[in-house]
């Protein structure tokens, strides 16, 4: 049984259009991330959510909207697609806060923007 | 500002033998780190952390030190596995931040 899963996996669309990708967890977490892996593959940290609450925010640009419905979800939201999204999103989840806790990763969703 | 640094790309070894998997760190306020191991298509996986008020931690095969002066850390997998050819992330943060901060990761193949 997957424990972050997100959806879809593979994502290929044109540039100027908006999309959205969806990650759930089912470890009861209390936190949530989203995470950039450019193609110099830095893992960047996007956003953090702690129930239900933003608490990282760093500085993505405001096209891209992150939305938690519930603690076991966050999704993400890209507006107005650049090409320079492109890249692999992974969502992950803690326990508690980042810092000291384990975060467990999602399979990534790998975008292209066309 | 790259705060988390792994300057070797990729590191091959024998089955067998001793990887070693470097990892450099510019911020000397990260009192927390961890190494993550991530195979093809899959999300990063936890495999070892680290407090900063120790200098090694241990959990089975695989050692993390830690090296404050130096503002280092090293991963060694003894014997390395042909299983643990993977591309391995260290990452660091300070108590409270909220997020780690990642390094570019280190391709291991190891070599039946």
């Known amino acids: 049984d997957t424990a972050v899963s997100q959806t879809p996996k593979y994502l290929v669309t044109q540039m100027g259009n908006d999309k959205s990708i969806k990650c759930e967890q089912n470890?009861?977490?209390?936190?949530m991330y989203w995470y950039k892996q450019d193609s110099k593959k830095f893992l960047k940290i996007m956003f953090s959510y702690n129930n239900k609450e933003l608490i990282i925010n760093e500085t993505v640009p405001n096209r891209f909207s992150p939305k938690s419905p519930d603690k076991a979800h966050l999704n993400l939201h890209i507006n107005s697609l650049e090409l320079g999204d492109s890249a692999v999103y992974f969502c992950?989840?803690?326990?508690?806060?980042?810092?000291?806790?384990?975060?467990?990763f999602g399979p990534g969703t790998r975008l292209l923007v066309l | 500002d790259q705060q988390v640094k792994q300057n070797s790309p990729s590191l091959s070894v024998q089955e067998g033998r001793i990887s070693i998997l470097n990892c450099d760190y510019t911020n000397s306020m990260f009192d927390y780190f961890l190494w993550y191991k991530k195979y093809p298509a899959e999300g990063p996986t936890f495999l070892i952390s680290?407090?900063?008020?120790?200098d090694k931690n241990e959990d089975g095969r695989f050692t993390v030190f830690l090296n404050k002066s130096a503002k280092h850390l090293s991963l060694h997998i003894v014997p390395s596995q042909p299983g643990d050819s993977a591309v391995y992330f260290c990452a660091a943060s300070v108590r409270g931040t909220y997020k780690y901060i990642f390094g570019t990761g280190t391709r291991l193949k190891v070599l039946a």
């Open positions: 680290i407090s900063s008020i120790k």
């Open positions: 992950a989840s803690s326990q508690g806060l980042a810092g000291v806790e384990t975060q467990y």
């Open positions: 470890l009861g977490h209390d936190t």
